[in-house]
């Protein structure tokens, strides 16, 4: 793993995010004030196959705000 920044101030893993194999869900909301949406836009680009779920109305953890609509999310991707 190329790790760019060292002592926990950075890491960027964007270039070994196209390597992952794994089926992968990002869920994210849509009024993140500490994570933009764009940047999990880029990500999901970045992983072969990801699925990207917004919620709107919702900041930076879904799954606390919106535990229903996110449980909900989390189950369509496993049963697909």
């Known amino acids: 793993i190329d790790i ?9 893993l964007r270039d070994i995010a196209p390597q992952i ?3 992968t869900l990002l869920i994210h909301g849509a009024a993140d004030p500490l994570m933009p949406l764009g940047a999990a836009e880029a990500l999901a680009a970045l992983i ?3 699925s990207l779920a917004v919620f709107d109305d919702c900041a930076h953890a879904p799954f606390m ?3 229903d609509d996110f449980l ?9």
Do not use: C, H, M, W
């Open 72 to 80: 909900a999310t989390v189950r369509q991707f496993l049963n697909a």
């Open 21 to 23: 194999k794994a089926p």
């Open 4 to 12: 760019r920044y060292i002592n926990n101030e950075r890491i960027d």
């Open 48 to 50: 072969p196959g990801a």
């Open 65 to 67: 705000s919106q535990p």
